[in-house]
């Protein structure tokens, strides 16, 4: 049995310096979980890897470069479910609209969400009222 609750709240410049940073808090979550019983060693590869994509496009797509807008990511643990946000002031996108990549073509880009939507049990993008939200929840039993 997991903990009944974490709440992480983070918020960094728009700077991709800052990612390594998202990625290991992911990291650093697993391996506080009491009693998670699931493979730690992958949970937190895929933490790790869908903190870093989701950010990282919140950086190259959702903001204009010489803005000084922030990233925000909360991480929240109730009972056995890992919901991960990432905020953002861009234009947003239709999530569902977002093609799978084209493998034989080898992409140099692209994969991100891909990846994103593998790792997690629940993905979802939704407007608010001045930002967008990437909902990414993982279940752990």
């Known amino acids: 049995m997991c ?3 974490i709440q992480i709240d983070v918020v960094i410049p728009t700077h991709t310096k800052y990612l390594d940073l998202i990625g290991s808090i992911g990291e650093r979550v697993v391996k506080e979980l009491d009693g998670f019983a699931g493979d730690r060693e992958a949970l937190a590869y895929q ?4 903190l870093t994509e989701a950010a990282a496009n919140v950086i190259k797509h959702a903001h204009d470069a010489a803005s000084k807008d922030k990233v925000r990511v909360t991480i929240q643990l109730l009972d056995d ?8 002031h861009g234009q947003g996108f239709d999530l569902d609209t ?11 880009s692209g994969m991100g969400l891909f990846l ?3 790792m ?3 993905v979802s993008y939704t407007r608010q009222a001045d ?3 990437l909902e990414l929840v993982k279940y752990l039993k």
Do not use: G
């Open 3 to 5: 903990p009944t609750s």
């Open 47 to 50: 933490l790790n890897l869908v």
């Open 81 to 88: 479910t890992l919901t991960l946000k990432v905020y953002d």
């Open 98 to 108: 977002v093609p799978s990549p084209d493998f034989a073509a080898a992409p140099e």
């Open 116 to 118: 994103i939507r593998s």
């Open 120 to 122: 997690m049990d629940k």
């Open 131 to 133: 930002y967008n939200v």
